[in-house]
């Protein structure tokens, strides 16, 4: 039995998250996946469905080999080659749980499993019993839980408790519950079912509503002492309960609820990331806890409350979730304060007549671009708004046969005009490799979008790119009624900005000494 002030986690993201459409990973990406899982604390890892799929057994296996601390879960259906199945792949696991689960709502049982209540309860039964024989450790899911009818839930979970299950979870399915259904459900569950109070209550709640998080709290206040969820919330259709919303608001609002998990809520943000670069899934940007503008404060008003004192517009400390620091981002609605304060921390100390100057300056570049970095404040500093750089004079793509083309030409900052081709496996590809080749600054991308600004015949395309250079990742972005130029913009608005600050940084030549 878990601590009553402690909340187990149980990451469902290799199991329920890799089910989100584009997110399939490999038995060796679920591994690394793993570790990073166990290094994060959670308790309990769901490797897979071990009888879905032969990569899903071997992932199982190998993560068993490696991972020893946590405990190990694999689902399987309420049938006993199911269960055989689940057993042979936990062969060798430190600590070995069988999930197994059967559809108990009545649209699942007439629709789906074409059963009765008895067969449904029956089914369960000696499903759990079975895996007990196998494995200490037995969970039981009620699939569709929240829909089924009330006696008929406390009878099957009856069942499975007497057969031996330790953990029984009642998922929210369809995310269809509410979170006041979802505290109630749990609260009468635990205190009328019999031998309730010796197993761990379980919650898993997807998130078509966009409530999986509130339910999981809710199911926390009704007395659930497990949650099922996954790292960046992943999973079918709308999702599952975030890992990291969850811990965070336990930890955040630890007075009210009174419980917290073992997680190392530091390791929240690598871990978030990690998952990101193997499944490609990118992060919305506004993503609580763990999207990049999480911590970042761009309004003039909050930024000279956060120079005054971080909690004027902070709930926690982004280091206690892994970001290095808050960040205020200069842009069109930052103020003249944050620009100041800026200045300062890069070595600029300004009378008031020469910070209005720059200030004036800052919002006219705000209106070409929608972030100001240091590299542009130092630039502004220097009386340059931009009018050196690389730019871009003309582009020829091709995309014909196996590999794509580009051929394109560029001013560089003193006004020569420089060519470059190059090939890749698509358009974007090969004038990424081109700008690459021209200007000398190699850049790793991280992620690339494209999206419409505007609408009807004044729209125009804007690309946006996220890329590594060296250990930093920049972000960039451009315009254009062409969406393949504006990903050239963007792609030179981040390599003018590396170059711009390796200017900046480089030591003045040193003058000839004659005799």
Known sequence: MTAPDTIRIFDTTLRDGEQSPGCSMSPQQKVVMARALAELGVDIIETGFPASSESDREAARLIAREVRDPTLAVLSRCLPADIEASARALEGTARPRIHVFVSTSPLHREHKLRMSRQQVLDMAATSVAHARRLVDDVEFSTEDGTRTEDDFLDEVIAAAIANGATTINVPDTLGYATPEESRALFQRLIATVPGARDVIFSAHCHN???????????AIEGGARQVECTINGIGERAGNCAVEELAMALKVRNAFYGVDTRLDTRRLVPTSQLLRRLTGMSVQRNKAIVGENAFAHESGIHQHGMLRHRGTYEIMNPSDVGWPDSKLVLGRHSGRAAVGHRLRALGYTLEDAQLDQVFAAFKALCERQRVVDDD????????????????LASMTISDRGQRASAVIE????????????ALGDGPVDALFAALASATGVELSLESYQVHSVGIGRDARGEASVSVRHGEDIFDGSGTSRDIIEASALAWLDVANRILRGRAATAPAPQQAVHA
């Open 208 to 218: 078509d509503l966009g409530l999986a998080v509130a339910n999981s709290l809710a």
């Open 376 to 391: 542009d404040l130092e630039a502004l500093m220097h009386g340059d708004v931009h009018g050196q750089g690389w730019r």
């Open 410 to 421: 560029l001013s560089d900052p003193d006004g020569n005009k420089v060519s470059e081709s």
